[in-house]
Structure formats: C-alpha cells, structure tokens
C-alpha cells in the first residue's frame, strides 16, 4: 500500500501493497498470469503481492466469487534462501528478493547511510524475514485507538481475534517443552491459518540459562506465553511450517491457496505506477512490466501526498495529504555486545563449529527427521520489558519528553497536523516509559557465548520517506530514519545499556559466565558519551519501517481513518506495515498479519466481524 501510495505520492516500497476497492478498469500493460492476460475488471485490486496483501486477497476470495487481482513488482520464487529455516537470515542475504535501496545519509549518525531492507517477490518481506513471530504488548494497540478516542475498534481487545485468525499455532514437542522449559498457552492462539507458527525440536540450554538469569535481577517479569500482551521474558515460536520445518509465509499460507481459485489473480513481476484517479474517486491501477525503464510515457502521477512535495516534482495535487511519507519509524539495533569467558553450558551454538560429535549428531538429526538445531530460525527466547523494570529514570525521561517543544525535532516546515500527531505520540510515549504493560527494552537470546541484539522498541525519533522529485518514478524513494533527531532517544538507549551491563557483569546468575563487555566498553559511561557512541554505531533500522500512511485522524497528520480508508479518496484503502501511527515493541509481522486480517474483515463486512 504504501507502495501504491508512492506512486501516487511520495512513498515508495516502504511497506506492503495497497488495496483498492471498486476499481473499474485496468489499463493492462505486458503481464504474467501462469500465461493469460489479466481481466480488465475487478471487484478489487491489490498493489503488492506481500505479507498483507495476499493475506486480505485471500479472505475477499474465498467466497468463490468475489474477483480479485494482486499486482506485484517480484517474482513467484520457489528459492531455498525463502524456504530454508536454518539460521533465519538466508532471505536477507539475497539480492534477488529485496528492493536495493540505500538510505539517505544519517546526519546524526555520521553521515553513513543503511541498506533500507524489503522484500521484492511474492510474499514480500515475509519471504525474506528473520522468522520471529512476536506479539506486542497490549498497550501498544491500545495506544493507536486512543487518537480515536476510547471507543476506537483499535485496541488490544479488537485485535486479540484477529491475531488469532492470524496464525495456525502448532506447540512445541513434549520432548523439547520439558528439557528447555519452554511454557505456552494455546487460549491466545488459533489454530485455522495457513500461515503457521510453529517451533523447531531442539533449543540450547543455555539458552534456557540466559533465560532464566533474568531472575537474578529485581522486578523482571515472566510470562507463560508470547501472545499475552504482557511484555517480560518468554519464549515465542517461528514462522515455520512445523511438517516441513520449512518457512510459512504469505506466499504458502494464502497465496497458495488462493490461487485453487478461479476468482484469485495474480500479475507478478509487473510494477504499479499510479492509481487512476477519476476527481477523487479511484478508478484504476497502471501498471508496466518490472523490467520498463524511464522511457514509459505516463506523466500523470496520482496526486495523493503533501502539496509542496508534488509541486516540486510537477505533480498536480489532487488530495494535499500532508502524513503521507512522514511519520517513518523503525525500531533501532544498538550494539551491546558481551563475551561469556566461561560459559560451560553445553551444548551451546559454539558447539556446532567447535565440537565434532555435536556437529556430527547436528547434521544427523536434520538428515535424519529434520530435528536439530538446524531447525532453529533467529532463536525463540528474548525480554521485552518495560521501563521502569530496567531504569530508575522513568519518570525523570517521561517528564523531560512531555516537557519538549516536540515540532523541534521534525523536519523544519513540518506541517502543523503532523506535528500536532507527534505531540499526541510523544505524550502516549511517556505514560508508556512509566507503565509497566508497555516494553522499551527488547535483547534476543541465542545461546551464544557472545550476544549483541538489543533493541529500542519506542524510539521518539521520525524520519520520512519521500519521492525523490528529480525523477519519482524510477528513482528509488529517499529513505531518512533521522535517527537519533530527538535528543532523548540516546538517553532511554543508555539506559538499555546500562540494564543490559548490570544483566552481564552485576547478576548472581551470570557471574560464572565471566562476562568482558567488547562494546561500548566501560569507557562509555556519562549520557553524553553514549549519544557519541549511538553516533558512531547505531543501526536505524531492524528491518521493521512503519508509520508512512499512519491510522489517525487527519487533524493529527493520519493518513487513514479507522477504516483504513484513505482520507479525501473514495475507493482506496492501505493495508500494511504503513499504516501503524506508532511502532509496536516487536517485531511487526504477526501485527501486519492481523491488520490484515481485520482489514478483509472492514472490506468485505464494513466492520469488525469474526466468523468462527
Ligand atoms: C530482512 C528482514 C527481516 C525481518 N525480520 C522479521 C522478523 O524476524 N519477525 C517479524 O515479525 N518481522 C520481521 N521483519 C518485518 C516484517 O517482515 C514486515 O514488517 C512485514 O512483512 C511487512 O509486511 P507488509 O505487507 O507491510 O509489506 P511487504 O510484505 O514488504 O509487502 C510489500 C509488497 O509490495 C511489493 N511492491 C512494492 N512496490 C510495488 C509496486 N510499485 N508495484 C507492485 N508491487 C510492489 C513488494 O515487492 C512486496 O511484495 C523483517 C523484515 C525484513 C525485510
Ligand atoms: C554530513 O553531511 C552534511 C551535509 O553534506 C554536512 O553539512 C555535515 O558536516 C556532515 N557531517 C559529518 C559529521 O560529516
Ligand atoms: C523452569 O521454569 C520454572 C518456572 O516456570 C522455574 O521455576 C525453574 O527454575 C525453571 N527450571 C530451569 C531448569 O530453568
Ligand atoms: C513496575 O515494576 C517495577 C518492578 O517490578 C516496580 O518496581 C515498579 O513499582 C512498577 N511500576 C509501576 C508503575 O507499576
Ligand atoms: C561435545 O558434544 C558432546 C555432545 O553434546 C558432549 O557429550 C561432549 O562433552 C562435548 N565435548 C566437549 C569437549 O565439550
Ligand atoms: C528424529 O529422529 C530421531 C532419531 O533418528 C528421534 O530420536 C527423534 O525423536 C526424531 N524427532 C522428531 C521431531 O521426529
């Protein structure tokens, strides 16, 4: 959807497809459709094939008759780097399934820029994801209602029903449950997707250790299961089909079956240009083969974005939208990293390059059942936790950001509804920083001897993506996390280190391990040295950008309503990552999936609505 919007607008690729309802025509260019044209009407239209919008093309058309075309710019590919688990990053290190876009240079972070990470093929990013499947905290859902008011169908209650049509929860075996101590509760659970979320057979038991050592410092909670919305320390399970061990994702879990049916079409490696617009009615999508260069002849952009923006690349504004592009987040990577001198927990991952016999039993069970560590993805063990947990400075953090003149730290000019939008976020943000059911700090647990992923989970920064206006239909977009543009961002940072310090070097149940902290380093102490350190080796992004086509009203700046309507357009609607006004704490495919989810449901039945 944002990709539709980009066309229109000023997004591009930066979250999933675009979903446009009633659409009359379709200006059918070269396209591939298992070999027949496409037709050139449909009930709807789907701009990119990937995790939301196979997901919603899939709901629309299983009553069997409802007719519905995805357009998407990749491939269907049957790669081994989608379907393989092992590891959980194959996808990421194949150019082939991602856009190659880079990031603008980060001002606050040298100046280096970052490979902006999206998937490009059928499945979109869910082909080429990390495989942890992760629900947010409750509050998070609660928070992107609360712009609406307390009445708002955006809440953790309205979406519980949807993350669980969302996913097929296949539980771990009895053998691996009880050895690693791995707790779960299928009641927050469904068991009818396609898309499954499923566990390997095997898990370190120092992972289980690094688990359990949360209990040596006060006040962590734990939690029975990952889809509680209660943050603390738990396990959570893979996007795995658990028969295969192979990766779940849109592609298999409704692309696959969608395609059985004779209502469901699919166009693939075709791009979406623009939205034909009749006044401010959608009509039509236009769209070329991926391979057409600049020298296509449309010059009629769909006018859908910020006034300024359009004009300056001679595009005629036809609803002045003002969000669209701004409000981009995505959760930072800080580097952290700790070496454990003496960690005799055995076998540990070390193991598969160091110990023989464990590499061999390793490569035996994969060959033989593919059980093993080989079945695991990133790991399935991490602590979410709120503020107040790890730091004494939540209130002192929280007063200091409702204190802020908050339209300081956007892009000067910022119009006035999206920085009135970033003032509701950033008062939401510091009644989380003092709640204890809203998580800041996340660190992912491997097992390993060394361990460096920590994660911010509600970073106060917000960077934008725009058309890059010297040639917005076939320049890529210009990506800008602005990390770092709030200054107090690098103070709630310091403080997760400083949480993570005391877990590694001041922690009874860590001691044996004999911790030696490689970075930052205990040179890097004082708030300022931190900002420094975030300066010089921040990651802006965990592959998880959101919040360019953000859900609020439009006096604060949304993009869509509540509906998921895009405000002054009749017949559009975007369904994605973009759509999120504040980045969950988690990982966000489980979220998008269920924001798709409800999403088929306002299509199809104009509210809300489980069938059971
Ligand atoms: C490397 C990586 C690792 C990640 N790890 C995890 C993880 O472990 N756990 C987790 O929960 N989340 C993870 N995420 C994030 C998660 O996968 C995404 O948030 C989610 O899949 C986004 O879904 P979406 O529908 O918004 O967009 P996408 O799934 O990206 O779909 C967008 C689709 O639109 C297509 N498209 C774009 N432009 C056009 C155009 N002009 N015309 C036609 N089609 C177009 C794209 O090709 C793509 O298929 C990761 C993401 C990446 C990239
Ligand atoms: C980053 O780039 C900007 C614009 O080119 C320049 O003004 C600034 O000095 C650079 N900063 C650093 C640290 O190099
Ligand atoms: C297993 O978990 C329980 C709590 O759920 C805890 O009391 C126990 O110590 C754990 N055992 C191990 C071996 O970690
Ligand atoms: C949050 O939890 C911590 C640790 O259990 C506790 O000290 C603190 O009082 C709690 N704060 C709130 C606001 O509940
Ligand atoms: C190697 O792994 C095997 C199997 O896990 C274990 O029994 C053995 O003790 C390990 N050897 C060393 C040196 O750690
Ligand atoms: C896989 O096979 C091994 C022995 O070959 C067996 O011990 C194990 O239980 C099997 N695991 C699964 C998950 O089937």
Not at 426 to 448: E, I, K, Q
Not at 469 to 481: G, L
């Amino acid at each position: 959807m944002a990709r539709l919007l980009s066309i229109l607008a000023a997004i591009v690729a930066v979250t999933g497809p675009v979903c446009l309802a009633y659409p009359r025509e379709v200006p059918a260019s070269k396209v591939f459709l298992n070999g027949r044209q496409v037709d050139t009407e449909y009930d709807y239209i789907i701009v990119g094939g990937g995790t939301a919008g196979l997901t919603v093309a899939d709901r629309l058309t299983e009553d069997g008759t409802t007719t519905v075309l995805v357009i998407e710019i990749g491939k269907l590919s049957n790669s081994a780097a989608i379907t393989t688990v092992t590891g959980g990053f194959s996808g990421m290190s194949n150019p082939s399934l991602l856009f190659g876009i880079q990031s603008v240079p980060q001002r606050n972070l040298r100046n280096r820029t970052v490979a902006v990470q999206i998937g490009k093929v059928v499945g979109g990013s869910s082909a080429v994801n990390a495989m942890m499947t992760v629900r947010p905290a409750a509050e998070d859902f609660d928070i992107w209602g609360s712009f609406f008011g307390p009445n708002s169908h955006w809440s953790w209650q309205g979406l519980l029903p949807y993350f669980k049509r969302a996913l097929n929860f296949v539980p771990p075996d009895e053998a691996v449950t009880k050895s690693a101590n791995i707790t779960y509760d299928t009641s927050y659970w469904g068991t009818t997707s396609g898309v499954y979320a499923g566990w390997p057979s095997f898990q370190y038991p120092s992972t289980t250790a690094q688990m359990e050592a949360f209990r040596g410092l006060p006040g962590v909670p734990f939690v029975q299961d990952s889809g509680s919305g209660q943050p603390g320390v738990y396990w959570y399970p893979t996007f795995m089909d658990p028969k295969k061990v192979e990766r779940s994702y849109a592609r298999t879990g409704h692309h696959d079956q969608a395609a059985t049916r004779p209502n469901y079409h699919l166009a693939t490696e075709s791009k979406v240009r623009r939205i034909v617009l009749d006044g401010t009615k959608a009509a039509g999508v236009a769209f070329v083969p991926a391979s057409a260069g600049s020298t296509a002849t449309e010059t009629v952009l769909s006018g859908i974005g910020p006034r300024q923006l359009l004009s300056s690349a001679n595009i005629d504004t036809v609803v002045d939208l003002p969000g669209v592009g701004q409000n981009f987040q995505d959760h930072p990577i800080i580097q952290a990293t700790f070496q454990y001198s003496r960690f005799n927990i055995r076998p540990n991952p070390t193991d598969l390059f160091a110990n023989a016999t464990f590499r061999a039993w390793s490569e035996a069970a994969w060959a033989a059942n593919r059980s093993g560590p080989n079945s695991i993805a990133t790991g399935n063990a991490a602590a979410w936790l709120p503020f107040p947990v790890i730091s004494s400075r939540a209130d002192e953090i929280a007063s200091a950001l409702e204190a802020q003149n908050h339209a300081n730290y956007l892009e000067p000019n910022t119009d006035p509804t999206v920085a009135a939008g970033y003032r509701a976020q950033m008062l939401a943000y510091a009644s989380a920083l003092r709640s204890n059911g809203s998580a800041f700090y996340n660190l992912v647990l491997t097992g390993g001897s060394s361990n460096g992923i920590l994660v911010d989970l509600h970073p106060l920064s917000r960077g934008t993506v725009n058309i890059d206006t010297s040639d917005p239909y076939n320049r890529p977009p210009r990506v800008d996390y602005r990390a770092l543009a709030n200054p107090l961002d690098s103070v709630v940072m310091a403080e997760l280190v400083r949480f993570t310090r005391k877990y590694h070097l001041e922690n009874p149940l860590t001691r044996d391990w004999a911790a030696t902290e490689l970075s930052p380093g205990r040179s890097v102490q004082t708030d300022q040295q931190f900002a420094d350190y975030f300066a010089r080796t921040l990651s802006p992004t965990e592959f998880h950008p959101v919040g360019t086509c953000a859900m609020m009203p439009r006096e604060l700046g949304g993009v869509v309503d509540e509906e998921l309507r895009v405000y002054g357009v009749e017949g559009l609607r975007v369904v994605d990552g973009s759509i999120m006004s504040t980045l969950v704490g988690g990982n966000t495919c489980q979220t998008v999936y269920a924001v798709a989810e409800k999403a088929a449901d306002l299509i199809r039945y104009g509210a809300p609505k489980i069938v059971e």
